[in-house]
C-alpha cells in the first residue's frame, strides 16, 4: 500500500461524491478531523437550464453555489470562480485549525490548468494533511503531471481506501 500523502480515486461516472463522503464519514466516526468538499446538484429549473452545483464542506457543511447561470438562451452553467476561491478559503482556514485528511471532490479542468483546488491541495501537503480527492480519465494525465511521482491511484474501493489513509496515518507518525 503506498504511502504517498497525496491520492485520487479512479472514476468514470459513479457516484463519487457519495462514495467520497462513505469515506469521510467512516473516519469521523473513528474520531478524525476530516476536512474538505463534495459536490451536489440542486434541481434543474428555472431561468436556469442546468442543475445548480453547490459544494458542502465536510464537518461544518457550510454551502457555497459554485455555479453561475449565463443568462436566457444559454444552454448551460459556468462555474463561478469566486465561489470556488471563498469555499477553498473556508476550507484552507480549517485545515490551519487542524485536519487529519482532506477530502475534495475532484481534480479537474480548473486543477488541470491551475486553478481550483489546486493551491489548497498545496496547502494542505504543507501542512502535513494527506489529500483524497477524485479524478476522470479526461484528467488523468494532468493529475499524474501534478503528482510527480508523489500522488498515488486508488480504485473505487471503500476498503482500499481506508488501507490507504490508515499506511498514510502511520508513516505520518512514524517520522
Not at 457550510?62 to 471563498?86: E, K, T
Not at 488523468?140 to 481506501?161: H, Q, S, T
Request: hydrophobic letters at 40%; charged letters at 20%.
Amino acid at each position: 500500500m503506498s504511502f504517498s500523502p497525496l491520492a485520487a480515486i479512479r472514476f468514470e461516472s459513479s457516484d463519487i461524491d457519495g462514495f467520497l463522503n462513505t469515506i469521510a464519514e467512516a473516519l469521523t466516526a473513528s474520531g478524525y478531523r476530516v476536512r474538505g468538499a463534495l459536490q451536489t446538484r440542486g434541481a434543474e429549473g428555472g431561468e436556469c437550464h442546468c442543475a445548480d452545483m453547490d459544494l458542502t464542506t465536510l464537518g461544518s457543511q457550510q454551502v457555497f453555489r459554485i455555479s453561475q447561470p449565463l443568462g436566457n438562451g444559454s444552454r448551460g452553467c459556468r462555474l463561478h470562480p469566486g465561489a470556488l476561491a471563498d469555499c477553498s478559503a473556508f476550507i484552507e482556514q480549517e485545515l490551519v485549525a487542524g485536519a487529519d485528511l482532506l477530502i475534495l471532490n475532484r481534480f479537474g479542468r480548473g486543477e488541470s490548468e491551475g486553478r481550483g483546488f489546486r493551491d489548497l491541495i498545496g496547502k494542505a501537503i504543507a501542512l502535513d494533511v494527506p489529500v483524497l480527492t477524485a479524478v476522470r480519465p479526461t484528467y488523468a494525465k494532468d493529475w499524474e503531471e501534478f503528482g510527480a511521482g508523489v500522488a498515488c491511484d486508488l480504485p473505487m474501493d471503500r476498503a482500499a481506501a481506508l488501507r490507504w489513509f490508515s499506511a498514510v496515518q502511520e508513516a505520518r507518525h512514524a517520522a
